[in-house]
């Protein structure tokens, strides 16, 4: 088995990022090494279960003071949640030198980085990633939770001081999920137009073959960290470059109970359709796009459920209160032929007509 590492460099902390199997051993030693006063562990449930050796090792050598188990529900990462844990800290007496440790997917680890960076102005924490989505698309510069209808609206730049992406957590992960994941490697294929890792993933989609877990994890964590890296805050551009698909995924996901990887999907699929008919995709680059969202939709498969939903004004609406866009201005990251652009100030009437095309979309 390879073993791969990506190292992170962002003001304030390193973020090293570690990819392998059977990783129990080296997770405790690197914790270990950065003798904190106190370990708690933040556990998804479901990542949690058939695996008694695993845990009962992982809080025995490291003390763990106490273990707080979320349960993700489609109402999730929400305030509350967190302040069910905050009050499991303060029980604790955890100090600003102790150590959250989530075991979980995304839900899981935005939930305890967002506490990890409020909790006494900041404690450190560490992700054990369980999900194909977390590991492809794991924190790495910020965290985020809901509030009300509001997705990712309370946030901070903070980042696990280590991330542990063991393929063994894999195994008992159901292939939807596997899927979902998919979504953010194929984005991160698409902003530095990669034509091999995107072939790759649509043999993936066909044969389901694990070899290429590693890879497509390896891949995505490379480039995610060259576009936070130089724009951590998210001011100068490389870091919206991770947004591509996600105005129309932010909107689907504040309307119903998508889940974010089928979301991030059907954005693609959008921001293709509006790229092709602004001139930024050629013909034969949109038609590859659509082949590879064919073999996204025999899994996902809510196509049509999407088109009936949309309502163009109220697309409209949530494209303009969108982070990406200002000074009421339309704005997208769309892939082109040669990676992703920012277009600004995105004319309506051209939106419009490509909110049409995706209505009228069949796969
Ligand atoms: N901060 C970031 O950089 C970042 C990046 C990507 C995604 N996210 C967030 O992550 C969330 C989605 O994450 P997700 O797709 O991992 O979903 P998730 O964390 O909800 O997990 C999906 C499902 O898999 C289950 N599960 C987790 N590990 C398992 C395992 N090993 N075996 C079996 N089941 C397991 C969970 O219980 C859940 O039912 C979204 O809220 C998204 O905004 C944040």
């Known amino acids: 088995m390879r073993n791969k590492k990506v190292t992170i460099k962002l003001p304030y902390i390193t973020e090293e990022i570690f990819i392998g199997e059977k990783m129990l051993d080296f997770v405790i030693s690197k914790i270990k ?3 904190y006063d106190k370990h708690v562990l933040i556990v998804d449930v479901n990542a949690k279960i058939d695996r008694v050796e695993y845990f009962n090792k992982l809080i025995k050598e490291l003390n763990v003071v106490d273990i707080v188990i979320l349960h993700p529900t489609p109402n999730y990462k929400s305030f509350k949640e967190c302040e069910k844990i905050i009050k499991r800290l303060i029980n604790v007496k955890a100090s ?3 150590c959250l440790i989530s075991v979980g997917g995304g839900y899981v680890s935005d939930i305890t980085g967002y506490v990890a ?10 992700q054990i990633s369980t999900t194909l989505m977390s590991m492809v698309d794991s924190v790495i510069g910020k965290v985020a939770i809901n509030f009300g209808n509001n997705k990712n609206l309370l946030g901070s730049f903070y980042s696990p001081k280590y991330v542990f992406s063991d393929l063994d957590f894999l195994s008992t992960l159901k292939k939807d999920e596997k899927v979902l994941g998919l979504s953010e490697v194929w984005k991160h294929a698409l ?5 091999t890792v995107i072939k790759k993933m649509e043999c993936y989609l066909s044969n389901f073959s694990n070899k290429s877990y590693l890879d497509f994890i390896y891949y995505s964590m490379k480039v995610k960290a060259s576009c936070v890296a130089p724009d951590y805050n998210d001011k100068n551009g490389s870091h919206k470059a991770l947004s591509l698909g996600h105005t129309f995924a932010n909107f689907l996901e504040k309307k119903s109970e998508i889940r974010h990887g089928a979301a991030v999907m059907y954005g693609i699929i959008f921001v293709a359709i509006l790229s092709k008919s602004l001139g930024k995709l050629s013909l034969k680059n949109y038609n590859q796009i659509i082949r590879t969202a064919r073999k996204f939709e025999k899994n996902i498969g809510m196509l049509k459920n999407i088109q009936n939903d949309i309502e163009i004004e ?3 609406d949530s494209f303009f209160s969108d982070k990406i866009s200002e000074k009421n201005s339309l704005n997208f990251v769309l892939p082109t032929n040669f990676g992703y652009f920012i277009y600004k100030d995105v004319p309506k009437n051209c939106v419009v007509d490509a909110l049409g095309a995706f209505k009228r979309l069949s796969l």
Do not use: P, T
């Not at 960076?117 to 560490?126: A, K, L, Q």
């Not at 902003?191 to 034509?195: F, G, K, L, S, Y």
């Open 33 to 35: 090494s950065r003798k």
């Open 96 to 98: 600003r030198n102790s």
């Open 117 to 126: 960076s409020n909790y006494m102005r900041g404690v450190d924490f560490v």
């Open 191 to 195: 902003i530095r137009r990669d034509d």
């Open 314 to 316: 109220k697309v409209l």
